[in-house]
């Protein structure tokens, strides 16, 4: 049985991925996709979405990290993956479930689930380039528009040679829209003989008892749920080893974000930073109402110094937090 953290661009960077995979229970995750287009990257685009490399792929708390490639051409896509090979790769995770437009029109992630020849072709291509302790894995979708499609899919990476598949119980139109069709996952998991692990929609440990029972498998990846939840992963491995553990307050939670917001500065442009601290809290109020307080206070304020002050004064007071007072204060 396995949890692990989803990939998601321009949301769990390294930043997110060393603060909620020390929160503990994730097995390991995976890194933002790159994308492979027509040339061999450089170490610095590797290095740029996938820093853990020079740590040994794993996050500050030890957690193994896989690098993610994305992308529609077999050749350039298995030179890449060789190079991240060199550069300290353990495992290789092929994306064919990303649902972004600008995404698709390149040739990348769910789009390629309508050439299920193609997908195939890919990962045989990838597991030929990599040294053969080094594992191919794959994300997929149920399909485009579609699950009519998914078996062949699932059956065309696990023939061409990936390992373990993560099935994300939707398809690509359907976006991120509930619900999510974890019978679909039980269908592809009865098809392949390569492990499966269920995604999408499983939000609380109650979801993933119902993911459990719909779809047969235990392992799971977690991608919003966990955002918005951190200690999800924690809850569920406890729960499965019969454990009781305790929900993680907002006072526990509070601290990782503030965390959040120095170690974002330090990495991104003062006009950048607000907007990744925004983004994760606003994701938090679907699991603390104290978080929908804080975020109501930040959500308009671009200005690091008096987020500074907000955030400080949330650990002191929070949910009653007076922003007209603050803005003078800053005036003083």
Known sequence: MEIALAPMEGLVDDILRELLTEVGGLDWCVSEFIR????????AAFAKLAPE???????????????????????CLADNAAFA??????????NFGCPAKTVNKSRGGAVLLKEPE???RIVESVRQAVPAHIPVTAKMRLGYDSPNSALACAEALAEGGATQLVVHARTKVEGYRPP??????????????VPVLANGEIWTLDDYW???????QASVMLGRGLVSRPDLALQIAAAVRGEETAVQSWAEILPRVQRFWVM????????????RLKQWLGMLTRSYPEAAALFAQVRRESDCALIDRLLGMAGQNPGNLDLDQERRLQLV
Do not use: F
């Open 36 to 43: 492979v287009c027509d040339r061999l990257l450089p170490a």
């Open 53 to 75: 490399l020079g740590q040994g792929a794993r996050t500050p708390s030890g957690t193994p990290m896989r690098v993610q490639l994305l992308g529609s051409d077999p050749a």
């Open 85 to 94: 090979c060199t550069l300290g790769a353990p495992v290789i995770d092929l």
């Open 118 to 120: 193609l997908l195939n």
């Open 180 to 193: 999510a069709h974890w019978e679909w996952v039980a269908r592809v998991a009865d098809r392949v003989s």
């Open 210 to 216: 119902r993911c459990r029972s719909v779809s047969g």
């Open 264 to 275: 974002a500065q330090r990495k991104l442009a003062p006009r950048y930073a607000p907007g």
